[in-house]
């Protein structure tokens, strides 16, 4: 039987101390951790979870002189007799004294599927190239460079959204940590194999830490341009060179990188880029590339300096207002947040610290995230960090995120409309389509008359939407779905839709009156029943939003295999809602609100009759700080804006009340579209069987009721 093993940790970063703690859980004996020194005050993480596991640890520098290994280090290592060396993430030159000092020999990680790829930028080399598969492998190391036999291999295929960062996160990092524990296990029971690596294939790449190689080639195609930038991103980036108009050269670095296919855009400027035959195009999506096969690469996020600003924004000036005034919840939730950075940075923070300066790394951003979301309950992703990595432009993210939604009375929404002088009230009314966050003239400014029902008086001219507005709104809500929307958590979206009902409390009576004279509703019905049930439908479901959930079911093979099915509970995508005239309020929420509890994103055509109720409430999701693009409206006519919504292949679900002639359409638009889901609320009035011993008169006066009262 072969001794237990005595292992020896040589590397650095979280990779390493998850590798670390696994082999710790597998119960082998770790006998020490030979890392990187501390950066100023700052530990890595290695060394961090070696000494909580009372393992001894080592620093060193620097393993060898002139290629001579050093007598001092040399000996340390000795002195922990390691019958096996594991290398998880290991940046520095470890000499063959210490490789083969091991009985066993050294196992290493490295981050493509070896013999492509050798040397120490793998994975931003398994994108530039554009691989089909990623991967990663174990091997013994040798005195060649990521030469050496191989132990095992496992590759994952690439997406076409997969970042340096994504292609880690989802798949190499802890994919690669359960495979180093395989590994050593395999080792352990004498069944860990030798492959001697082919030559055929094989490729050593240049190091992309070294600024030189980091420069894109823009005279090349698209997806060469696009698969060179998502292999730098998120660190270091991209670079290109920006040639200004007064002749001066400025260097900027490029993230968020796609292929961009959705068609013409809203030009709002152009760049010229050295080594770009044609200008590149910001719009408001990004920056338009074109390469040389005359397809374009949309980059989202420039980096200038220090500061990361989205693309779209590169010819705004800075004069948008800054938070200076902060409430004492808020500075006692800053000083939480200094605590964050200084347990990660393990440096005192002050206000102009740059995150990235003072040392971190691409897995830092991830922690940072993550404890920021558990600390603060808010939606941030890597890129926030990018964008402000300076502490006091952080902390204003963090406390633009805490306010949005805040009961805002004093958020101002900026429309075009009239003031409705109705019920002794002056009520500001929009009278524009609501599209991603934002009221919009419609296309061609074209218009629809809103008749007063009780007098028959022009009360406004409306906008009326075309197909290709209503393809605009779905253009929003779908980016939103997959975007702003996807970021919030559904305890949020319950928060959202709390604040939302709070705000139509605090204008109820504001909705009543524009409902009464919009739609002929009784004012006090419209208060009571119209508005209040409308409330009480965005406080039911907001309740319901961290509470949907699968479940699972026993099967019959459940034993011995303990197989199972579950159900998991995702939301739909894109919804569309065609609505009536009576109860528009109600029509409305008692669709979108479930709609929206369950995570989906809206667009609603609200009946050509009596849109203005619908209209206020998107005001009113400004206010309760609803992301642009969740919650769409678009007034017009049935034929126009309604049939659009049934035929637009984005949207994955419709609601229609009506009548059951157009029922039969909106149901036949659906299958022929897409075969979108519909849901159906038809018919006409309901009918009365009246006997012939009933009270005729008493029986004429209740019909009539019901009929006036709907």
């Not at 975007?483 to 109820?508: I, P, T």
Request: proline fraction near 6%.
């Amino acid at each position: 039987m072969a001794p237990p093993l005595r292992i020896a940790i040589i590397g650095q970063s979280n990779f390493a101390a998850d590798v670390l703690e696994l082999i710790l859980e597998k119960k082998y004996n770790v006998v020490g951790v030979f890392t990187i020194p501390d950066k100023g005050s700052r530990e890595d993480i290695l060394a961090t979870t070696a000494a909580r596991h009372n393992i001894p640890v080592f620093k060193f520098a620097s393993w060898r002189k002139k290629g001579v290994a050093l007598p001092e280090v040399l000996q340390q290592y000795k002195s922990v007799k390691a019958t096996l060396n594991v290398l998880p993430f290991c940046s520095q030159f470890i000499p063959m004294e210490v490789i083969d000092g091991a009985d066993l020999g050294s196992i290493c990680y490295h981050p493509s599927i070896l013999p492509r790829h050798r040397g120490a930028s793998a994975i931003q080399w398994t994108l530039i190239e554009g691989d089909e598969d990623a991967g990663f492998t174990i091997f013994w190391a040798d005195d060649g460079l990521d030469t050496g036999p191989i132990l095992l291999q496992k590759q994952a295929p690439i997406e076409p959204t997969d970042t340096l960062d994504t292609i880690y996160k989802r798949f190499l990092y802890p994919e690669g940590v359960k495979s180093m524990g395989v590994a050593v296990d395999m080792v352990a029971a004498g069944t860990a194999p030798k492959i001697t690596q082919t030559e055929i294939g094989a490729t050593y790449d240049p190091a992309m830490f070294k600024e030189e190689n980091q420069f894109v080639d823009l005279n090349q195609p698209a997806s060469n341009i696009f698969n060179f930038v998502r292999g730098l991103d998120s660190q270091p980036g991209a670079i290109a060179i920006v040639l200004n108009a007064n002749g001066s050269e400025e260097k900027v670095r490029l993230f968020g990188a796609h292929i961009y296919s959705a068609g013409p855009v809203k030009q709002l400027g152009s760049l010229k880029l050295k080594g770009l035959k044609t200008p590149a195009y910001i719009h408001p999506d990004g920056l338009l590339i074109q390469g040389t096969d005359g397809n374009f690469v949309n980059v989202r996020r420039i980096k200038k300096g220090s500061k990361m600003i989205n693309a779209a924004d590169w010819f705004k000036q800075s004069d948008q207002p800054q938070i200076t005034e902060f409430s004492e919840d808020e500075l006692l939730k800053k000083e939480i947040l200094r605590g964050v950075w200084n347990s990660i940075l393990k440096a005192p923070i002050e206000a102009e610290t740059d995150f990235f300066a003072a040392g971190a790394g691409s897995m830092d951003v991830v922690r940072l995230v993550e404890e920021c979301k558990d600390a603060f309950d808010v939606p941030l992703e890597n890129e926030h960090v990018f964008m402000a990595p300076v502490f006091e432009e952080f902390f204003v993210e963090i406390v633009k995120n805490l306010r949005q939604g805040s009961s805002a009375s004093g958020v101002e929404v900026p429309f075009e409309g009239f003031i409705m002088r109705a019920n002794k009230r002056e009520i500001p009314v929009p009278t524009q389509l609501f599209i991603n966050g934002e009221f919009v003239n419609a296309e061609r400014n074209y218009t629809l008359d809103i008749i007063n029902p009780t007098n028959e008086e022009l009360i406004c001219k409306v906008a009326c939407a075309s197909r290709n507005d209503v393809d605009k709104a779905v253009q929003a809500a779908h980016n939103a779905f997959y975007g702003s929307w996807k970021q919030v958590s559904a305890r949020q979206r319950g928060q959202l839709m709390m604040k939302l009902a709070d705000l139509m409390e605090q204008y109820k009576e504001d909705l009543a009156t524009i409902e009464s004279v919009d739609s002929g509703a009784v004012y006090t019905l419209a208060l009571k029943t119209h508005i209040g049930m409308s409330i009480d439908a965005w406080r039911y479901f907001a309740g319901w939003c961290d509470k949907i959930q699968g479940s699972t079911i026993p099967v019959n093979p459940a034993r011995p295999n303990n197989v199972l099915t579950f159900t998991k509970r995702e939301p739909i995508g894109v919804t569309g809602l065609v609505t009536p005239w009576n109860y528009p309020l109600m029509m409305l929420s008692w669709k979108m609100a479930a709609c929206i509890a369950a995570g989906n994103t809206c667009l609603i055509k609200p009946a050509q009759t009596c849109p203005l109720t619908a209209l206020k409430f998107a005001e009113l999701t400004v206010k309760a700080g609803f992301p642009p693009g969740v919650i769409n409206v678009v007034p017009g006519q049935g034929s126009g804006a309604g049939q659009a919504v049934a035929d637009h292949p984005l949207i994955r679900k419709l609601g229609f009340t009506g009548s059951t002639p157009i029922g039969k359409v909106i149901m036949k638009s659906c299958a022929d579209s897409n075969l979108k889901k519909c849901s159906l609320e038809l018919g006409g009035k309901s009918p009365l069987v009246i006997f012939a011993d009933c009270d005729l008169d008493k029986a004429v006066k209740h019909v009539s009721r019901f009929i006036f009262s709907n």
